[in-house]
Structures are given as structure tokens and as C-alpha cells.
Nanobody
Framework: QVQLVESGGGLVQAGGSLRLSCAAS????????MGWYRQAPGKQRELVAA???????NYADSVKGRFTISRDNAKNTVSLLMNSLKPEDTAVYYC??????????WGQGTQVTVSS
């Protein structure tokens, strides 16, 4: 059974930094793509950043220049370094792993709260 486990969320003041990490287990294959999504109260889940196994990266416009995604294909892990955090970054952040553009796996989510 494939599982994704996130860690690193928490409470931080505006302008601060957090690092989220996600580790996959239960599969001997590297995900074709891994990424981070977030969902704020009353809003839809949205893509924050994603990275393919080949290193192609996509960021949401709202986080470009502030967030950095990275992954270790051999370990099937993905991290998100979040700098210059803003109150509007407050959300539950979910790790995602995808095979072949068809099969999605999700972590349980980790809360990030940015106080003003």
C-alpha cells in the first residue's frame, strides 16, 4: 500500500520560513511527478509546486520566488522550502505523488499557519 507522510508544518510569523517534507513508502518505483497542494478554509485545493522525476518544476504564480521544491528520486521524497511566508499562505498542505498522469496518491495533510 502506497503511503505519503508529511512533516514540518506549524505556526510561523509573517516573513518567516518553514520546510515541509514528504516521504513515500509502499512502492519500489519513483513517482513520475511529486508535488504540494494546499487548501485554505472555504477554498478549493490548489497546486503549490510540482516536480517531475526529470526535474521539471512548476510553481503557482503566488509562490514563485518564495518557495522552492526539491525531490530525491532514489528515496521517493519531496520537500518544499517556504520563505517569506504570508498570512495568505495559511492552509493545509498536502503531498501528492502521481504515476503516469493517472494515479494520484495523497498524504494526510499538514497545517501551516502564518500569523500577521
Amino acid at each position: 500500500q502506497v503511503q505519503l507522510v508529511e512533516s514540518g508544518g506549524g505556526l510561523v510569523q509573517a516573513g518567516g520560513s518553514l520546510r515541509l517534507s514528504c516521504a513515500a513508502s509502499g512502492t519500489g518505483f519513483s513517482f513520475n511527478a511529486m508535488g504540494w497542494y494546499r487548501q485554505a478554509p472555504g477554498k478549493q485545493r490548489e497546486l503549490v509546486a510540482a516536480i517531475t522525476s526529470g526535474g521539471i518544476i512548476n510553481y503557482a504564480d503566488s509562490v514563485k520566488g518564495r518557495f522552492t521544491i526539491s525531490r530525491d528520486n532514489a528515496k521517493n521524497t519531496v520537500s518544499l522550502l517556504m520563505n517569506s511566508l504570508k498570512p495568505e499562505d495559511t492552509a493545509v498542505y498536502y503531498c501528492n505523488g502521481n504515476f503516469f498522469g493517472r494515479y494520484d496518491y495523497w498524504g494526510q495533510g499538514t497545517q501551516v499557519t502564518v500569523s500577521s
